[in-house]
């Protein structure tokens, strides 16, 4: 099958104000199929926010695709001409963020500000624009479409108004959704609610999805595919059942294990650590040349620091950067 | 044992007036008691909007309570003057969830945690250079860092920074509003393991707010359940988590995302 976007070696950098160019993204490649969710886990720092943002060229001023390429309905959108990326944001590629009270317009009505994206990609009149809002409002909430679409940002609950952001992301009909930690600002109720309303829109509108995330958890049983980054550079990925159950890369290994479980709760086995990963990812302490996570891995060996491991394939799309798995 | 902490019959009421005049009342907290006792954490878990931070508010005397007692270490905090609340308020401290957003990203690492001994107005220059070396190292940092300001530093970092200034001035009570939930997942765990180490090595005493029942469980002794200002449920974490009762923990237990840990393989150590 075609994949709808791919990414080729991907680099991307950002200057600082003494003038140095500090890589963020170190060639990350990526097929996204039809109607695939694809989870990309990582921490503060590991680049997933940035992968987010260069492919729709968005990135803040001080920030430069250094090399790369991403394909999207037979265009390279690191070359397409300015004209053309817009008409492609938004409407074939939607963003979603991660804090909702920012992202929407205090003093404007929700349907209005959904309407306004519609607007601004479509030549329909008047009735045409209300009908296709009303219908991604149904879309999006069932229940109470005319109510919410009235209500101003700041009567909604913080569930509604993610709904909104992804009536927003939606009303165009585009074929991929990038979304950058939809849910981390939402409480763990609410967050599935929204996780539930992405998988419903698949399966309806067959959309494929990039979700952004630092919370592994949240992937269980959500995502068909899981990448793992670690300072900018794959690590591991592989179908989400598989690596989740048994994830390969010592990194991926430690940062699952340090999740408290609720059966690990304290009782009789009280004051045992939760497993950590010494050190932190800051760029700072990340080696140059090497493999990114050596100083911080336990079962590193000598040629981890030698040279940058490659991605090893285990089968079943399962592919991981660590020399333990080499030949 | 004396409670170090005891709340009876809290209630918070905030009155808002619509633009059309018409006077709304909400009930933020309602007949909410419970004990804590020295060296122990008591865990509030509860979803948003369900009364948790106007609670903690509360404790550390930020805001006043409708009507309610509070008894810390014996004393009714509620009826002291300003004079002698000022005495107690030290030893209760509150930490907030982001800590970028709770340290002045124009103070140097050094300046921050000095500045609770200022305004305490007790100690030499000297003296509080020293403090703050040793809350640094108290809490796992560097002492090179004290020249360092905030946005310098990585998150956990930064929290382990907040930690060391709520340390200060030798709080017996730490209030933690979802202190944790902003933090990376590995941070999360070395964050949590110094919070534990602290209580086995200086006795204190944790409120511990949050909606993640998972750390809620690895850390607390006791859980309350928290729903629209009421605790709806109480009792030790393990009782909480294997016999739950009421509606609102079920439905908290049920979102707890996880992934299957059965088929985890072991990290080696």
Not at chain 1, 69 to 75: D, M, N, S, T
Not at chain 1, 220 to 229: K, Q
Not at chain 2, 133 to 162: H, K, W
Not at chain 2, 165 to 194: F, G, H, M, Y
Request: aromatic letters at 4%.
């Amino acid at each position: 099958m075609a994949s709808v976007l791919e990414i080729r070696d991907l680099h991307v950098s950002y200057r600082s104000r003494e003038g140095v160019l500090c890589p963020a993204l170190n060639g990350i490649s990526l097929a996204l199929m039809p109607g695939e969710i694809l989870g990309v886990l990582g921490e503060s720092g590991s680049g997933k926010s940035t992968l987010a943002v260069s492919l729709v060229r968005l990135l803040p001023g001080n920030g430069e695709i250094t090399r790369g390429a991403v394909h999207f309905e037979g265009k390279d959108l690191l070359q397409t001409k300015l004209e053309e990326l817009q008409q492609i944001r938004g409407r074939r590629i939607s963003l979603i963020f991660q804090e909702p009270s920012l992202a929407l317009h205090p003093t404007m009505r929700a349907g209005q500000q959904v309407r306004q994206v519609l607007a601004a990609h479509s030549s329909q009149g008047k009735s045409g624009l209300n009908e296709g809002t009303r219908q991604v409002f149904a879309e999006v909430f069932p229940e109470e479409v005319d109510r919410i679409s009235r209500s101003y940002p700041h009567q909604l609950s913080g569930g509604q108004r993610q709904r909104v952001l992804i009536a927003q992301a939606i009303v165009c009909g585009p074929s991929v959704v990038i979304a950058d930690e939809p849910t981390a600002s939402l409480d763990p109720a609410t967050q599935m609610e929204i996780l539930g309303v992405f998988r419903t829109l698949r399966a309806r509108l067959g959309l494929a999805m990039i979700f952004i995330t630092h919370n592994p958890a949240l992937l269980s049983g959500f995502a068909d595919r899981v990448m793992i980054l670690y300072g900018g550079q794959v690590v591991e990925c592989g179908p989400a059942e598989t690596v989740l159950a048994s994830p390969r890369h010592p990194y991926t290994k430690a940062l699952f294990q340090s999740i408290p479980a609720v059966s690990d709760g304290r009782g009789s086995s009280r004051k045992t650590r939760l497993p950590v990963i010494p050190g932190d990812s800051s760029p700072s302490s990340l080696p140059r040349g090497g493999c990114p996570f050596e100083p911080r891995c336990t079962e590193r060996m000598n040629i981890c620091r030698e040279r940058e491991p490659a991605l090893v394939n285990l089968g079943e799309s399962h592919v991981v950067s660590c020399f333990k798995y080499e030949n | 044992m004396q409670p170090l902490l005891k709340v009876e019959n809290l209630l918070k009421r905030y009155a808002k007036r619509s633009l059309t005049g018409a006077r709304e009342e909400l009930l933020a907290l309602d007949s909410v008691s419970f004990t804590i006792f020295p060296g122990t954490t008591l865990a509030v878990v509860g979803e948003s909007g369900s009364g948790k931070s106007t609670l903690a508010s509360c404790l550390a005397c930020l805001e006043s309570l409708t009507t309610g007692n509070i008894w810390f270490e014996g004393k009714d905090i509620v009826k002291l003057g300003e004079r002698a609340r000022r005495q107690v308020r030290p030893q209760i401290q509150l930490m907030f969830q982001d800590p970028a957003s709770s340290l002045n990203p124009r103070w140097s690492v050094l300046e921050i945690l000095v500045e609770p001994l200022i305004l305490q107005g007790k100690f030499k220059q000297e003296e509080m250079k020293q403090r703050a070396n040793f809350l640094l190292e108290r809490v796992g940092l560097s002492p090179d860092i004290v020249e360092r300001l905030p946005t310098e530093l990585s998150g956990g970092q930064r929290q382990r920074l907040a930690i060391a200034r709520a340390l200060a001035l030798e709080p017996k009570l730490l209030i933690l509003d979802e202190a944790l939930s902003a933090l990376d997942c590995s941070v999360q765990a070395q964050i949590a393991n110094l919070l534990t180490e602290l209580q086995s090595s200086l006795g204190m005493t944790y409120l511990f707010i949050t909606h993640d029942l998972a750390m809620a469980a690895y850390l607390a002794d006791e859980i309350a359940v928290m729903n629209r200002g009421r605790i709806v449920e109480q009792g030790p974490a393990e009782k909480i988590l294997k016999q739950p009762q009421h509606e609102t923990t079920l439905r908290l237990l049920a979102a707890v995302p996880r992934i299957t840990r059965a088929t985890l393989p072991a990290v080696e150590q």
